[in-house]
């Protein structure tokens, strides 16, 4: 998880691990840049019981990921703020 998401589900007792410390990569361009990696992009679109798929996740060390949890904005006002 991410900055905020990964605060308040902690708030409510959920296990969470953030995204840079699962990744290595830190969150860049002001936190525009956080889930964009083969460990998330891979977890999510492996296709589970395709051998070659486990192989790839075994290889680079990618786990499985099972739930995602998006948080929407009002885009069109964060655009306007700047930044």
Do not use: W
Not at 51 to 73: A, C, F, W
């Amino acid at each position: 998880s991410t900055g905020g998401t990964a605060a308040k589900l902690r708030e409510y007792g959920c296990t969470v691990q953030d995204v840079a410390d699962y990744t290595g990569s830190p969150e860049i361009l002001d936190g525009r840049v956080k889930t964009l990696h083969p460990k998330v992009h891979g977890g999510l679109l492996a296709a589970r019981g395709v051998e070659s798929h486990q192989k790839d996740m075994e290889t680079h060390g990618i786990r499985p990921i099972d739930l995602v949890i998006v948080n929407l904005y009002p885009f069109r006002e964060a655009v306007a703020k700047g930044g």
